[in-house]
């Protein structure tokens, strides 16, 4: 069974940091991409961030230069470092797991963890 549990996520004030995690299970983690989306109340899911097995990266153009993902394939977990927050990152943040192999997408997500940016 596969399960991807984020945590982290908290209110925070503008200008301050907080560190996503999403731990992996059920998954050979170290091939799969990683992602982070976030959905703000009456918005579309978007992607924030991707990390394709260690190899590329990419963010959406909002949080480039502030956000920062990465993973530990030893500990099958993924994270989100996000500073300079402001109040157009409040979301609730998704952790998702993907790969195509032979044709086929595999595609997992996490529950969600609320951040808030407020003062």
């Known amino acids: 069974q596969v399960q991807l549990v984020e945590s982290g996520g908290d209110l925070v004030q503008p200008g301050g940091s907080l560190r996503l995690s999403c731990a992996a299970s059920g998954i050979s983690f170290s091939i799969y991409t990683m992602g982070w989306y976030r959905q703000a109340p009456g918005k579309q899911r978007e992607l924030v961030a991707a990390d394709r097995s260690g190899t590329t990266t990419n963010y959406a153009d909002s949080v480039k230069g502030r956000f920062t993902i990465s993973r530990d394939n030893a500990k099958n977990t993924v994270y989100l470092q996000m500073n300079s927050l402001n109040s157009e990152d409040t979301a609730v943040y998704y952790c998702?797991?993907?790969?195509?192999?032979?044709?086929?997408?595999?595609?997992?997500w996490g529950q969600g963890t609320q951040v808030t940016v407020s003062s």
């Open positions: 998702n797991a993907r790969l195509t192999n032979y044709g086929r997408t595999y595609d997992y």
